[in-house]
């Protein structure tokens, strides 16, 4: 007997692109994770270690970036400030657990729909620092003393 053949867009299965899939198709999934904690960051925005890197298979495609971290803040009155970072350029930021004093922990997911319009290797990142310097603030610890849970980044691209 013959198989039928399966057409999707008009092409066969094997011929199938990218470009020939509908707007708000999934294209691929990344994902990168952080077990550490890193130091406290006082004047200037630091690197996290939280990270991963995407190839978009066209420059019409949108990347939807979603990070959840635990932190903590220990003394003093602050919090933390994170930045969501496509490469250098900062694509949003935002203040996460304050404390007027004591301490507290929280965990926070921070999402952003990024249009990069390139087809080239880009790295998503989270960086941080301490909002004050009256403040003790940490990247990625849930409680003072305790392991750090694990942290992810998790990088969709989109069909455009």
């Known amino acids: 007997t013959d198989m039928a053949l399966i057409k999707l867009n008009n092409q066969s299965l094997s011929a199938v692109t990218s470009a020939g899939l509908p707007s708000g ?23 996290s270690g939280l990270f ?18 635990a932190s903590s803040s220990t003394t003093g009155n602050g919090g933390l400030i994170v930045n969501i970072m496509r490469d250098s350029t900062q694509l949003m930021y935002r203040g996460v657990n304050y404390s007027n004093s004591g301490s507290t922990t929280g965990n926070t997911t921070l999402c952003h729909l990024d249009e990069p319009s390139t087809t080239s290797a880009i790295t998503y990142k989270v960086q941080y620092l301490a909002q004050s310097a009256l403040s003790t603030a940490y990247f990625n610890m849930s409680f003072t003393g305790y392991a750090a849970p694990t942290a992810h980044i998790t990088l969709t691209e989109i069909a455009g």
């Open 25 to 47: 198709t999934v294209l691929q999934v990344v994902q990168g994770t952080l077990t550490a904690t890193p130091s406290t960051a006082l004047t200037s925005f630091q690197d």
């Open 52 to 69: 991963a890197s995407i190839t978009p298979t066209s420059t019409s495609s949108k990347i939807l970036v979603i990070a959840d971290f």
